[in-house]
């Protein structure tokens, strides 16, 4: 039997004003985005059939959670498949260029579908793996969600990082774990890891966030 297929508006969070409020300006190129992902995201195998129902927590909140932790600069999201949380960002930061680094065609038709779609001008979409795109990208922060541990993370990512630039990943409840296991390579990177509670809207579960700052 296949899942019931969810829609944005059994989502308790859409149209609310404290997503609304915390948007501010920001709001219909996001909202736009939420819609398009909702719509297709569960067809073009980007995210569950059940996830519609919770699009704005679990993915649109938790992707803006990041904004915060991000130095000036170029950012580069690494593995953005859905567009999370790179689009969401360039979403809410028009004025800030993202790189939105994915090796999969089928999502990378998607980034490029979606930014035109929803008016996000601000990314430039490079299909490669993060290993293999080091000679076109000079990025003053990265971002990644659910693509690899930290320690591989560093290993791929910094050839792509400015000497001062930082990483800002989404993570669960393993992130100091994944800290602990990368020491060696942190250290070998001059990288030091902290691990941060990243709240939203009340009532929204914070995200976890590990940033990896250069010492
Ligand atoms: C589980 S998905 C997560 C996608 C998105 N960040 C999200 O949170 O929905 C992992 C993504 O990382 C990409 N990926 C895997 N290895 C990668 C690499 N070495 N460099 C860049 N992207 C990679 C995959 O193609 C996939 O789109």
Known sequence: ???????LADDPLHGSSAVREFLGDTYPRVLAFAELLAEQGPE?????????ARLW???ILNSAAVMPFLPDGVVADVGSGAGLPGMVLAAMD?????????????????????SRHCGIDNV????????????SVEADAI????VAAVDKLVKWCSPLLSPTGSMVLLKGRSAQDEIDRAKYTLRKHRLVGEVHEAGTIEGVEPTTVVT????
């Open 143 to 146: 971002t990644a969600r659910a």
């Open 94 to 114: 028009p004025s800030r260029d993202y790189v939105l680094i994915e090796p999969m065609e089928r999502r990378v038709q998607w980034l490029f579908e979606s």
């Open 1 to 7: 039997m296949t899942e019931q297929q969810a829609t």
């Open 212 to 215: 990896l700052t250069r010492v």
């Open 44 to 52: 073009k195998g980007l995210i569950g059939p059940r996830e519609p």
């Open 124 to 135: 430039r979409i490079l299909r490669g793996r993060a290993e293999e795109v080091a000679e």
């Open 57 to 59: 927590e679990r993915h």
